[in-house]
């Protein structure tokens, strides 16, 4: 059985190491400090109350079971019936103690870099990018968050080749990082004469936002392009050397912003992707380190390597990883995400491993 007491007391103990941490006056003089220490409180405080509803119903079990086996068979029967409510209220604190115990990733408070790309499947894939695109920006706008587009490859029918965009907000990370992988659709599109269905895909890859203390980057290995922005189909967006490409020599990653009107911003977008990039090459550098069968986020684009299948005429979306299908895909392209991303949380919860 999972050790959920051990981890309950040592929850225990650092809520109560933060609230005398949090009422001493010169941590209050330190703003910084002190609202690290409260996040942190804020997070162990559900584990601290779940676990002592879960110790509630150890002992309310135990007595149960000893009733039980009493000589009154009326009492006995009573017990036994308690007995089985009980158990079912252990498991529910069980699985909800699993899901506050995930391993905090030190990432998990940082804005988000989102890369969606068209796979397989031509000029829908990229209609489909554009969709998730808009279903992200929705979550995310219905939170209060800020989404601001890095870089874009739009194509002549209103899709998305490629949009890089930042997502701000209070731990946006830690709710996005399981929507990356391949996006498989299967949909009529508009093109369609015959009523055909069609299966295409979207590649989206999730990154922290870099800062610059964590990455440091030597000018010198930068070389910097600027040139002309064009629009879809090769159309001149304006007439001056705007877009910024910048390509960093010790690793070969090339990044582009055309999406200012300014040559500096174009720059400043183009430094935060590379910079976020970087990032994620030392953590995947770290992460392979400590396991050698880390597997790529993405894949290769190809139909089989999905995450998760948005059916249009069946209405339905599935996770594949959660084993969760909804037949509301109408409301998820909407932006109602919060019960697939749940859902997705709640599947790796259920596959953490206790010592």
């Known amino acids: ?59 309310q079990i135990t007595e149960s079971e000893i009733m039980a086996s009493d000589d009154d068979a009326e ?26 115990l995930i391993p905090r990733d030190p990432n998990d408070d940082r804005n988000a870099i989102f890369e969606i790309r068209a796979g397989t499947g031509g000029e829908e894939a990229s209609l489909f990018a554009a969709d998730l695109f808009r279903m992200y920006s929705r979550y995310a706008e219905n939170l209060g968050w800020k989404i ?83 629009g879809p189909g090769g159309q001149s967006v304006n007439t001056t050397d705007s877009a910024v490409r910048i390509t960093h020599g010790p690793t070969g990653l090339v990044v582009q912003c055309q999406d200012e009107k300014s040559q500096h911003k174009n720059k400043a977008k183009a430094m935060k992707v590379l910079r976020s990039r970087l990032y994620e090459l030392e953590e995947e550098r770290l992460a392979a380190e400590r396991s050698e069968a880390r597997r790529a986020q993405v894949g290769t684009g190809e ?41 997705v949380a709640t599947h790796l919860a259920s596959e953490i491993e206790f010592s």
């Open 1 to 59: 059985m999972p050790d959920f007491l051990a981890r309950i007391d040592e929850s225990t103990e650092r809520t109560s190491a933060l609230e005398a941490d949090l009422a001493n006056p010169e941590i209050s003089r330190q703003p910084g400090r002190y609202q690290k220490l409260a996040k942190e409180l804020a997070r162990l405080r559900p584990v601290v109350e779940t676990g002592a509803a879960y110790r509630a119903a150890l002992l």
């Open 75 to 100: 009492i006995a029967d009573l017990a036994r019936s308690e007995l089985e409510e009980l158990k079912a209220t252990k498991a529910s604190l069980e699985k909800k103690l699993r899901e506050l």
């Open 148 to 230: 601001e587009v890095l870089s874009q490859s739009a194509t002549d029918a209103g899709g998305f080749k490629e949009v890089i965009a930042m997502i701000e907000g209070e731990e946006v990370f830690s709710r996005f990082k399981y929507e990356r992988g391949v996006h498989r659709v299967q949909r009529v599109p508009t093109t369609e004469s015959q009523g055909r269905i069609h299966t295409s895909t979207v590649t989206v890859a999730v990154m922290p936002e870099a800062e610059e203390v964590d990455i440091e980057i030597d000018p010198a290995d930068l070389r910097i392009d600027v040139m002309r922005a064009g």
């Open 303 to 343: 139909r089989s390597e999905k995450i998760r299948t948005y059916n249009f005429p069946q209405n339905r979306v599935t996770d594949h990883r959660a084993g969760i299908t909804l037949h509301k895909l109408d409301h998820v392209m909407e932006g109602e995400l919060a019960e697939l991303l749940d859902a």
